[in-house]
């Protein structure tokens, strides 16, 4: 479904990003990758770029091609560097990156987010988030988090918050909606990354066994690559504002505990 596709993949470097990357090729995808890093593997079409600013954004965006199918935001921080690394990346980089692309993506393509089930929190804090998604374009971040009194210990599960509720909102936007440009994010839960000890520190053992426990074992950047490039291809054609969570069924679980059911 992904033959002769072309597909932009950031974090291309390691974990989700590289998995999603290498499995889209061998179904056909041409892919031009995006990562702070160089891959291992040496792919044929990278970008060294960081999403972290305005003008790191704009530097990606000059060296790719005029003509795109999906872009598969898979890039992210843990959330051990700060909020304002963890948002300017995780939400705000990733839709400024996402916003500059959109004329180049062609007419019924699609754009993938991969979010995470630590964003589950998006409806409790709801005006938060609609506050945050609410400011357009690249803000500068330090004063952001000054303003609505941010914690780094908050800026992980805060970033996909913000990331969860832009992907339903952008499904209606024009810049997207006019052209039949599908917005999707896929959400895992804990996945055996070189970053799961990362969110250890930040998140705390407690809270990530718990997840694992609850599903029977930790996920794979295979077990989400898939759901990924479903969203990239014309077979998910009819899907768009969605959230896929790919996460063993753990969201499955923590609704049944938080609702009652």
């Not at 974990?15 to 792919?43: F, H, K, W, Y």
């Not at 991969?114 to 690249?138: M, P, Q």
């Not at 054609?237 to 923590?254: K, M, P, V």
Request: charged residues 20%.
């Amino acid at each position: 479904m992904l033959f002769g596709k072309t597909i932009l993949v950031t974090g291309v470097a390691s974990g989700i990003g590289a998995r999603t990357a290498n499995l889209a090729a061998q179904m056909g995808a041409d892919v031009i990758g995006v990562d702070v890093r160089e891959p291992a593997n040496g792919s044929a079409a990278f970008i060294k770029g960081d999403l972290s600013t305005a003008a790191g954004v704009a530097d990606i965006v000059a060296q790719l091609p005029t003509r795109l199918d999906a872009i598969a935001n898979v890039a992210g921080l843990s959330g051990n560097t700060g909020i304002v690394s963890t948002l300017s990346v995780n939400f705000y980089g990733l839709r400024a990156l996402s916003e500059a692309v959109a004329p180049r993506l062609r007419e019924g393509g699609a754009i993938i987010n991969v979010a995470s089930i630590a964003g589950y929190g998006w409806r409790a804090n709801l005006e938060r988030a609609k506050a945050l998604t609410g400011i357009d374009g690249f803000p500068d971040v330090a004063a952001v988090a000054a303003k609505h009194d941010l914690r780094d210990e908050e800026g992980y599960p805060l970033s996909k918050e913000l990331l969860l509720l832009w992907t339903m909102r952008a499904a209606h936007q024009p810049l997207f909606k006019q052209r039949g440009i599908r917005v999707n994010a896929v959400s895992p839960g804990p996945v055996e990354t070189p970053i799961l000890k990362q969110f250890r520190a930040v998140l705390g053992d407690a809270r990530v066994d718990s997840d694992i426990t609850r599903v029977g074992r930790a996920g794979t950047s295979a077990d989400i690559a898939p759901a990924v490039l479903f969203l990239c291809s014309d077979g998910a054609r009819w899907i768009n504002g969605a959230n896929l969570a790919a996460d063993g069924g753990l969201e499955a679980s923590i609704n049944a505990e938080v609702l009652g059911f």
